[in-house]
């Protein structure tokens, strides 16, 4: 099934660039957040290809309606896409958006590819087989998150979401931690990929997100041996309320423990 999701994520990832590349109208949802032709022109290739795929699994989108929890919470496994991740990156030209497909069982990420248009790449996680790949060129190879170093970290932060937090956690790092500190803004969900890579060791994420903000790359993650958790150090449960907004949480590349308490220490009252 990879090699099918590979190929479904770059049809979608042709469907944006054409509209990328071209003079593109932009519009705004209820929430006022974007959208353009290019997510409704990923949202409807994905979705016609997973049908192909396997009628049977229901598919939940960032650009469809969605359904009454009296339907979904019967779901054990579901497709949960967002077809144009970063649609603000898109709209600035600045080549920060991907393409997130995943798919739920039983309430987690068990499968994951997120592509990147822009750099004709796409990450996979196959998190049963903790199997984490990126596909760039034509080849693929594996991909793993990098051991905690006690004496440096690297924080990778959103570049329209940013949060005095992320200030807090560095400055606790240096002062109480003796850690030296690198920050880096990035869009989109390419922040945790990034970190399944193993170029960067925490993302903290405070405010609402919603679930196919998040499920493809944390798939991506959890096969690299990352983790992602909400701020009490718990797992991330998907589909489990009426509501599919996330709370606040982080994702890290290693000894997710450590995180927990630097971030309960950092931030005693988060809000």
Same mark, same amino acid.
């Given at each position: ?12 990832? #042709? #469907? ?40 049977? *699994?229901?598919?939940?989108? !960032? ?17 949960? *896409? ?16 991907? $393409? ?7 309430? $987690?990420?068990?499968?994951?590819? $997120?592509?990147?248009?822009?750099? !004709?790449?796409?990450? *996979? @996680? ?17 991909? @793993? ?9 690297? %924080? ?12 807090? *956690?560095?400055?606790? %790092?240096?002062?109480? =931690? ?20 193993? =170029?960067?060791?925490?993302? %903290? ?5 919603? #679930?196919?903000?998040?499920?493809? &790359? ?22 489990? =309320? !009426?509501?599919? %907004? ?6 890290? @590349? ?9 971030? &309960?220490? &950092? ?5």
């Amino acid at each position: 099934m990879i090699e099918e999701l590979v190929r479904i994520a770059e049809i979608a990832a #042709e #469907e944006i660039l054409d509209i990328y590349h071209s003079n593109f109208e932009v519009k705004s949802k209820s929430d006022e957040s974007p959208v353009t032709r290019a997510d409704l022109a990923a949202h409807r290739a994905i979705v016609q290809e997973l049908r192909q795929l396997d009628p049977s *699994i229901p598919i939940l989108s !960032e650009e469809s309606t969605l359904p009454e929890f009296s339907i979904r919470k019967s779901w054990q496994r579901y497709w949960l *896409i967002d077809p144009l991740d970063g649609t603000r990156n898109f709209v600035e030209r600045n080549d920060e958006f991907t $393409v997130n497909i995943a798919l739920i069982q039983d309430g $987690v990420p068990v499968l994951g590819v $997120v592509g990147v248009p822009t750099l !004709e790449c796409v990450y *996979i @996680g196959d998190v049963a087989s903790r199997k984490a790949m990126k596909r760039a060129s034509g080849t693929m190879h594996s991909i @793993g998150t990098r051991k905690r170093r006690r004496s440096r970290a690297t %924080l990778v932060e959103s570049r329209h979401n940013t949060t005095p937090a992320n200030e807090v *956690i560095a400055d606790y %790092l240096v002062a109480k =931690q003796q850690v030296s500190v690198d920050r880096t803004q990035m869009g989109s969900s390419l922040k945790i990929c990034v970190i399944a890579e193993g =170029q960067a060791d925490l993302y %903290l994420r405070m405010g609402l997100t919603s #679930e196919w903000d998040i499920a493809a &790359a944390s798939a991506v993650l959890l096969a690299a041996n990352g983790d992602l958790r909400m701020l009490g150090g718990y797992p991330k449960k998907y589909n489990e =309320q !009426e509501s599919v %907004l996330n709370s606040s949480f982080f994702a890290c @590349g290693d000894d997710p423990n450590y995180w927990t308490r630097v971030i &309960a220490d &950092a931030l005693p009252n988060p809000g």
